[in-house]
Each structure stands twice: as C-alpha cells, then as structure tokens.
C-alpha cells in the first residue's frame, strides 16, 4: 500500500513540472504576440514606432501625429504595425511626410459613373496636326496663327495622336486655383484622364508642360483656349455632371514657297488664287463693331411685365423679370445679312442657374421667327427654329468651352454660310446645323434670353460684331 501512495507521489510531481515548462517565456511555446494594429494616415501624417527591446512580445501604442489633409490629395496610405520578438534590441525607423504622389488616369467614367452628390471632370491630351500641301499650302485642319504661320484647327481629327504620360493638375477656386488643394493625375495611353467623386463647386484643371520635353517646346495651345501661356480652364461642376475639357497643343507651321508656273508671255503676271478663311480666328478685324457705349445705337430697345432689354455705359442690359416658359430677343437696327460671322460677348449675373440662358438670333425673316442659338448656364446649348411652331434642330447637349455658373464670360458665335449654321463658344467649334427656307435667306439677327428658375435673371453684352462672307483669311 506504501509503495502505491508513493508511485501515486512520484506522478503528481510529473505534471506539475510539464505545466511549469509551457508557461510564457519557458522557450517551450512562446505567446503569439497581439495582433497587428492599422492606422490611417494623411500625406502629411507622422508616425513614431516605438523602439521593440527584449524577447518578450510587447504590447504596442503607435503615437500618430496628423496633419490636415489638402483637399483634393490622392488618397492616402494604410500603415501597419505588427511586433515580432527578436532576441536583440531593434529600433524601428520613423515615418516622416509622406508626400502625395501622381495616379494613373482612372478610365473614363464608364465603370464610375458620377453620383447624385458628385460628379466628374474628365477629358484628354492630344497633339493637334497642321499638315500643308505639297504647294506649301495650308491644308484644312490648320488655323492663320497671328504671327504669319499656321497651327492645327483645335479638333480631333482622325489619326491624331494622344499624348500619354502628360500631368494633368486640378485646383479648389477659379483659375489659377488654391494651390494647396491641387492634385494630379496622368493621362493614360490613350491621353484621356478623369478625376472622379468631386463635391460640386468651381474648380481650375491645368496643364504646366515639361520645357524639357521636345513634344512641348515652341508649341501653341489650341485646346480649351488658343493660347502660348500654360492652358487652364474654370468649370463650374455641379452634383451628378460629367465635365469634359479636353487640351490640345500644335506646332506651327510656316508657309513653303510654291514653284510658279511658267508664263507664255513675259508680260503676264500669274493672280494667286485667294484662300477664304474658313473659321473665325482667320478673319482679321470686324466689318462692324458695337463697343455698347451708347448701347440703344443699334438696338431696338424694349420692356414688358416678362423681359426688358436696357442699357448702361458700356453694356447692353438683358433682364427676365418674371419667369415664363418664353425666351425673349431684341434686333439689331442694322441691314439683314446672310452670309456673315456674328458675335457677341456675353456676362452672366449673380444668379445664373441650370437652363437660364441666352445667345443669339439670325437669319429671321421678321420678329417673330428666326433660328435660335441658345447657351445654358449649366454648360448646355441648344439650337432651333421658330417660325409659328417650334423645330428643334439640336436638343441640349454639354459643350466643354462653355463656362458655366454666374459671373463668367462666353463669346458666342455664328457662322452662317449658305444653307450651314455652325456655332462657336469662345471661339471653338461646337455644332453645325442645316436649315431650310425661309432661313437661307438674308434676316434679321439679334441677342435673346430666357430664365427657367424664378429668381430674376440679368445678362450683360459686353459687345457686338460681324464679318461679311465671303473673306479671305488674314495672314
């Protein structure tokens, strides 16, 4: 019985000693260490790790130090802190300003499509082509430039090539923006970008080329603008819109030097033959100009309990007083035209909203018909008849060159030349329609306006003019 009790003794001790030796730090099954901790940084964030000493797994405090974030930054990273024990003291560096960097283009909003909140402003980066002929011409996508050479037309045309790898920048504010909320991206392959989920607001999107690179050097911009500075263009976004402002850059191109043909006679000089511009920037100085200084010169003045057509020194007042389903015009005092470049600058107000709009008539046989040309506040045009019913010949549709929203600017233009309307925004090209009679003849022409919100709306003109076509281009 003894020898049982002792044997029994003997075991007891057996397994106290195993449970001794799985205890923490016995060498025998270490602790696992607390699980990683995550924490979310801006670019401007500091992280301090704390120094891991000992081979027993401590318990971590990450000490994070933030920094505001610049609206409008690319997102920012993810650290992760995890301890392992090591069996000698290790220091775990500091993670300093982390700076934003430059993304790829996202692809165009086909798989993000703008939310009732958001919206997005995409577009692409393309070299815009001059090519002459082999007399040394012009050929027909090149523009007179100002200083005796020629630049491509400011469209895409077929086979031009996009420019990846350009650095695209967008700003808070009207150009040239609040440089700390700039951020950037990279046109992709096919030179497109997109910054995407954008809070409504007025933004600047802006290109500053590399001087480095030869694709830049000596090039003249002829998207948004035709312009040698740094291309940058405001839009004015709202929730759920999809902007699109594309950039183009030329190289100029000089005028070659055409072999004469051989003259029968020494005494007969061969006529060059004209060249008749084909687009507004080659048309040289107006055939009439109104500066609106006496802004009822030209204008047959006008008021009604809906609109009223006014005017102070230096510009020609535009006002829907009450809201209706009317637009409204007033006529200019001058002969009827036909073949001519109409043009007009005009202003918006402190309240400029959605389809409030204005912009001009032409070819209208009397006062009550025309065909309309009509820009929205929102960034839209939209192009009719009107001769006792209604012909739509096009339906509201965005246009890039529009600025849109309150207090901006916008030139808009006619072209008329046969039975061929095309309209211009800021001097590109947007829309071309056909009409049909009455309106290829001679008519009236004028500036209109209407409202779709009931807050009174006023437009100023700040001028007017026209060119008589045909005309040759201006060197």
Request: with cysteine; proline share 10%; net charge negative.
């Given at each position: ?12 001790v057996w397994v106290l000693a195993a449970c001794q030796m799985m205890k923490p730090g016995s060498g025998q099954q270490p602790v696992s260490p607390p699980p990683p901790q995550e924490v979310y940084l ?434």
């Amino acid at each position: 019985m003894r020898l049982r009790f002792v044997l029994l003794g003997l075991g007891m001790v057996w397994v106290l000693a195993a449970c001794q030796m799985m205890k923490p730090g016995s060498g025998q099954q270490p602790v696992s260490p607390p699980p990683p901790q995550e924490v979310y940084l801006s670019p401007e964030a500091t992280v301090t790790m704390p120094t891991v000493v000992g081979t027993e797994a401590p318990h971590l405090t990450l000490t994070v130090t933030e920094a505001a974030a610049s609206e409008g930054t690319v997102a920012p990273p993810t650290a992760t802190a995890e301890a392992t024990p090591t069996a000698a003291p290790t220091i775990m560096p500091t993670l300093t300003s982390i700076p934003p960097t430059a993304t790829a283009a996202a692809p165009l909003p086909t798989s993000v499509p703008p939310t009732a909140t958001t919206g997005i402003i995409q577009g692409r980066v393309w070299e815009d082509a001059c090519t002459l002929t082999e007399e040394g011409r012009p050929g027909p996508n090149c523009w007179a430039y100002e200083d005796q050479t020629y630049v491509g037309n400011g469209l895409y045309d077929e086979g031009e090539r996009r420019v990846a790898g350009v650095v695209v920048s967008l700003a808070r504010g009207a150009c040239p923006g609040e440089a700390a909320s700039t951020t950037i991206m990279v046109t992709d392959a096919e030179g497109r970008f997109a910054f995407t989920g954008l809070e409504p607001g007025t933004y600047c999107v802006f290109i500053t080329p590399d001087t480095t690179n030869p694709l830049f050097r000596d090039a003249v911009w002829t998207q948004p603008e035709l312009t040698e500075q740094n291309p940058a263009f405001t839009v004015n976004l709202a929730a759920g819109q999809t902007y699109s402002v594309d950039f183009a850059f030329s190289k100029k191109v000089g005028l070659g030097t055409p072999t004469p043909e051989p003259s029968p006679s020494p005494t007969v000089t061969p006529t060059p033959t004209p060249q008749m511009a084909t687009n507004p920037h080659q048309l040289g100085e107006p055939d009439f100009r109104d500066d609106m200084h006496v802004p009822g010169k030209y204008w047959y003045l006008w008021k009604n309990n809906y609109a009223e057509f006014t005017g102070q020194y230096d510009y020609l007042i535009m006002r829907i007083i009450k809201q209706s389903a009317s637009s409204y015009w007033v006529r200019n005092t001058l002969p009827p035209l036909k073949d001519a470049y109409v043009e007009a600058a005009f202003i918006t107000g402190a309240n400029c909203l959605h389809k409030d709009r204005y912009g001009l008539v032409v070819r209208a046989p009397n006062r009550y018909e025309g065909v309309w040309f009509m820009v929205s506040c929102d960034g839209m045009f939209k192009i009719f008849q009107w001769n006792g019913g209604l012909k739509v010949l096009k339906e509201w549709e965005y246009a890039y060159p529009i600025h849109t929203g309150p207090r901006q600017v916008n030139r808009v233009g006619v072209w008329m030349e046969g039975d061929t309307l095309t309209l211009y925004i800021n001097r590109s090209k947007v829309a071309e329609v056909k009409v049909d009679e009455p309106f290829t003849k001679a008519g009236l022409f004028g500036l209109a306006i209407g409202a779709e919100g009931e807050e009174p709306l006023e437009i100023k003109v700040d001028w007017f003019q026209y060119w008589m076509l045909p005309k040759e281009a201006q060197p």
